[in-house]
């Protein structure tokens, strides 16, 4: 059963706008979250994270929301570039857990 | 430069044999571990190690197995009993502790593919 869920595959979204990205969990002992921003044929790197102390936390043009009594969290990537483009997964953990659970990922496409 | 090393970046096997994935880390870290991806799906465990000489299977454990006799190294076999082994298989691993908030790091990955 997938305990973190990304139910968009793809998205596409023009130079210089937002781009938002989802996802949803199931797990209400989930305390740490993270997305991930992955091109073809290479491993993930890591682009930011936040712990469910917080409801928002900001990196340059990422931030990254929380609601925890809808268990969901978004990516916002403001303003959108075209080296933006790439898959993007979310993942989840708990505080004393030794597993990082991954979403399915979705593709962002940002056009020129 | 720190960072985690998967070689190699391409392995082809014939059906029927076993075939073992390097994965070698220099950032001093305890925890290792190994996910496959496949078109369309998020990536699934197939074991990891938080300490060396131990290691607990994921989600996906049948038909692989590992080894941890050293801090830096992380192999994965995947045997001929894993019935679908083509696969994009990436390595990860994490400084500190289980109770810490630490990002999971990436090595490049090996696509293998089972003819």
């Known amino acids: 059963d997938q305990q973190v869920k990304q139910n968009s595959p793809s998205l596409s979204v023009q130079e210089g706008r937002i781009s938002i990205l989802n996802c949803d969990y199931t797990n209400s002992m989930f305390d740490y979250f993270l997305w991930y921003k992955k091109y073809p044929a290479e491993g993930p790197t890591f682009l930011i994270s936040i712990s469910s102390i917080k409801d928002k936390n900001e990196d340059g043009r990422f931030t990254v929301f929380l609601n925890k009594s809808a268990k969901h969290l978004s990516l916002h990537i403001v303003p959108s570039q075209p080296g933006d483009s790439a898959v993007y997964f979310c993942a989840a953990s708990s505080f004393n857990g030794n597993q990082f659970y991954f979403g399915t990922g979705t593709s962002l496409t940002v056009i020129p | 430069d720190g960072g985690i090393t998967q070689s190699p970046k391409y392995l082809f096997r014939k059906e029927g044999q076993n075939v073992t994935l390097s994965c070698e880390q220099n950032?001093?870290?305890?925890?290792m571990y190994w996910y496959r991806q496949d078109p369309g799906q998020g990536l699934r465990l197939i074991y990891y190690?938080?300490?060396?000489?131990?290691?607990q299977k994921g989600d996906i454990a049948e038909g692989y197995s590992v080894s941890r006799e050293k801090k830096e190294s992380f192999p994965l076999t995947v045997t001929s009993a894993q019935k679908n082994p083509t696969a994009f298989y990436l390595c990860?691993?994490?400084?500190?502790?289980?109770?810490?908030?630490?990002?999971?790091?990436f090595g490049p990955g090996t696509r293998l593919t089972v003819l």
């Open positions: 950032l001093n870290h305890d925890a």
């Open positions: 190690s938080q300490i060396v000489n131990d290691f």
């Open positions: 990860a691993s994490r400084s500190g502790s289980v109770s810490s908030y630490n990002e999971q790091f």
